[in-house]
T-cell receptor, first 114, second 113 residues
Framework: DSGVTQTPKHLITATGQRVTLRCSPR?????VYWYQQSLDQGLQFLIQYYNGEERAKGNILERFSAQQFPDLHSELNLSSLELGDSALYFC?????????????FGNGTRLTVT | GDSVTQMEGPVTLSEEAFLTINCTYTATGYPSLFWYVQYPGEGLQLLLKATKADDKGSNKGFEATYRKETTSFHLEKGSVQVSDSAVYYC????????????FGKGTLLTVNP
């Protein structure tokens, strides 16, 4: 058990809809990262938050947004959903800098857009 | 930009066989290198790492050596077990970066009894 909790485990929705994915980081970890895993693109970094502030952006679409709350949990909001957004979305957390502090991944939220 | 290339899978081995999964990278500066493993239905977890050239990372019988001259970080295990069946990801942390882990596409390993 990594200590990172993601909800829900599965989400099925229709095109054009909006969904929210939730992540609780491992106790004590201040950084939260979001990744998208798809068959064709592999594991893509979306965004990082540190102690409530956005620190880095990767390949995140404008239709997607995220935030980290004072209790350090994070939400990833996906709107105007398209079929191509179907993927496994992972949240990960770390205590310190990545060269000496490993990433701890949750089990992911599987999003299916129909 | 930085990139990681892993050997295409899937890889299927018998128990106690020798495992090599190739990984090469392209990066500016001096990246740190990692292997992550993903067991079925779970998230990724760190298997081993190396932060500078010639370092050898090791864990659970797996090893990988950071080879700057060949820009490689191949994963090896002398005798695989059925429980090693998983997807293995090579990753690099760009030199000077604190956040950008670049992952390879993953290699599915299946070990048969």
């Amino acid at each position: 058990d990594s200590g990172v909790t993601q909800t829900p485990k599965h989400l099925i929705t229709a095109t054009g809809q909006r969904v929210t994915l939730r992540c609780s980081p491992r106790s004590g970890d201040l950084s939260v990262y979001w990744y998208q895993q798809s068959l064709d693109q592999g594991l893509q970094f979306l965004i990082q938050y540190y102690n409530g502030e956005e620190r880095a952006k990767g390949n995140i679409l404008e239709r997607f947004s995220a935030q980290q709350f004072p209790d350090l949990h994070s939400e990833l909001n996906l709107s105007s959903l398209e079929l191509g957004d179907s993927a496994l979305y992972f949240c990960a957390s770390s205590f310190g800098q990545l060269y000496n502090s490993p990433l701890h991944f949750g089990n992911g939220t599987r999003l299916t857009v129909t | 930009g930085d990139s990681v290339t892993q050997m295409e899978g899937p890889v299927t081995l018998s128990e106690e066989a020798f495992l090599t999964i190739n990984c090469t990278y392209t990066a500016t500066g001096y990246p740190s290198l990692f292997w992550y493993v993903q067991y079925p239905g779970e998230g990724l977890q760190l298997l081993l790492k190396a932060t500078k050239a010639d370092d050898k990372g090791s864990n659970k019988g797996f090893e990988a050596t950071y080879r700057k001259e060949t820009t490689s970080f191949h994963l090896e295990k002398g005798s695989v077990q059925v429980s090693d069946s998983a997807v293995y990801y090579c990753a690099l942390l760009s030199g000077g970066s604190n956040y950008k882990l670049t992952f390879g596409k993953g290699t599915l390993l299946t070990v048969n009894p």
